[in-house]
């Protein structure tokens, strides 16, 4: 797809991070922007920073996502560009099952963290698709048939998940695990899907980890020997979004690292 002046795109979880960089990105490649997230303050200053609209939303509340997308609409009429990033671990849940080691006491995860890291990542995502989805197929397609276009962000977890990271992987495998088949479904309607995987991305809860554990973190990476830069992660977007014949895949962009049980 080509990006011009009159290509909208919204980015969910788009006030900082991998989502701020990607507002970045296709702000400075002429796009209107808009920006869903939670945390007001960070998306506001973004928003009046580089010239995006910033709307309060909450992927795992229906009423909350049909708001933001109309008030993205009103700003910048239908997206034909729309990003998941959006999402979070969710405070972890631990083991599936687990033994205590002082007391031998025997327990399960709990099946509210487990909800709410899928409620987030893998429902929150689906329900943005089908709501970008819906509005996509309103318009015309371009010269080269195309509709629309859709990144969505999983993990490497989705892939190599680590001990206590159940539910986490469980949601962004379920991310992976949709692409193809939602690229499937809307192949015939000329809208694109694809994910991206990223690995140790330098984001701002990596930021509160000591120095020591982050250097430890950096050099568990094959090559290039540091985190990821989220504006790494917006070229991928990018090249994602102009790149036509990217359609149904899921890449990993992760330094060549796979991660270790624990």
Do not use: W
Request: glycine share 12%; proline share 4%; aromatic share 4%.
């Amino acid at each position: 797809m080509i990006i011009t002046s009159d290509t909208a795109a919204i980015i969910t979880g788009g006030a900082s991070g991998l989502g701020g960089a990607t507002a970045r990105a296709l702000t400075a490649a002429g796009a209107k922007v808009a920006i869903f997230d939670m945390n007001e303050e960070m998306g506001e200053a973004l928003a009046a920073e580089i010239g995006v609209t910033f709307c309060k939303v909450n992927v795992m509340d229906a009423e909350s996502v049909a708001a933001g997308f109309a008030k993205a609409r009103a700003a910048n009429g239908q997206e034909r560009i729309f990003v998941n990033c959006a999402g979070g671990s969710g405070g972890g849940g631990g083991k599936t099952v687990r033994r205590d080691k002082a007391t031998g006491d025997i327990s399960g995860h709990s099946l509210d963290i487990f909800e709410r890291v899928v409620q987030l990542n893998l429902i929150g995502t689906f329900r943005c698709i089908v709501e970008s989805g819906k509005g996509m197929l309103t318009l015309a397609p371009n010269d080269d048939g195309e509709r629309g276009v859709v990144v969505n962000t999983a993990s490497v977890a989705a892939q190599d998940g680590q001990i206590g990271q159940v539910a986490y992987s469980a949601a962004k495998a379920g991310i992976v695990g949709m692409t193809l088949t939602i690229a499937r479904d809307l192949a015939s309607e000329g809208i694109r899907i694809n994910t991206i995987m990223p690995g140790i991305m330098a984001t701002p809860p990596m930021a509160k980890l000591p120095e020591k554990v982050l250097d430890g973190l950096a050099a568990s990476v094959p090559f290039p020997p540091r985190l990821g830069k989220p504006e790494e992660f917006a070229s991928a977007v990018l090249e994602l979004v102009r790149n036509t014949y990217f359609n149904g895949q899921a890449i990993r962009l992760d330094g060549a690292i796979r991660m270790a049980p624990r």
